[in-house]
């Protein structure tokens, strides 16, 4: 008796921290915005999303997708291009835009948020962490086939670059600059 008691009590108490800690599917640090649809209805009247891991940038900060006035559809190719569907040459600070990317290659592509400073830092990141998860609001990974989307509030007066920086990508010429202005 004092064996099946000693064996019960050992398997209750090895057990309860794996059902205490919960499944973290919360989105900590993640950016499941990118999959959300554009709502009409959000709690904070600020464009900016707060979530853990999102951070004021050189160009802005991610933003939540209700909060977009405009909607620009992107496509990414194998051919190294990320592709407007509509002529940018400039972005006016405090614009929050929401991107539409779409991966119409057949391997996987990026899409970041960033100025050539920012960029050149997360390429380096990505030389050395290559399959690394994008935490940070401004960078979605986009698989092959896939559309993803990325809401942006743009902030700052500086060169504004989108880029893929999967290593060999950014080299190849995949990314498009476009000037911020106050």
């Known amino acids: 008796m004092n064996k099946l008691l000693s064996i019960l009590l050992v398997s209750t108490l090895s057990a309860t921290p794996a059902f205490a800690s919960g499944n973290h599917n919360s989105g900590h640090g993640s950016n499941d915005e990118s999959k959300r649809k554009p709502s009409n209805y959000d ?3 600020s464009p900016k999303q707060h979530q853990h891991g999102d951070k004021q940038g050189p160009v802005g900060s991610p933003a939540q997708p209700s909060f977009a006035k405009t909607s620009i559809q992107v496509s990414l190719t194998d051919s190294m291009q990320i592709k407007f569907h509509k002529d940018i040459k400039e972005i006016k600070s405090g614009e929050v835009i929401q991107f539409i990317v779409t991966n ?5 592509h990026e899409f970041s948020v960033g100025n050539q400073d920012k960029q050149k830092e997360h390429a380096e990141m990505m030389r050395t962490m290559p399959s690394m998860v994008h935490a940070d609001g401004n960078t979605i990974t986009v698989q092959p086939g896939e559309t993803r ?7 700052g007066d500086d060169l504004i ?16 600059k476009v000037v911020l202005i106050p």
């Open 43 to 45: 709690n904070d009247s």
């Open 104 to 108: 119409k290659g057949k391997v996987p």
């Open 149 to 155: 989307a990325l809401t942006w509030h743009f902030e």
């Open 161 to 176: 670059v989108f880029a893929c920086n999967i290593p060999g990508h950014y080299e190849s010429g995949m990314f498009k």
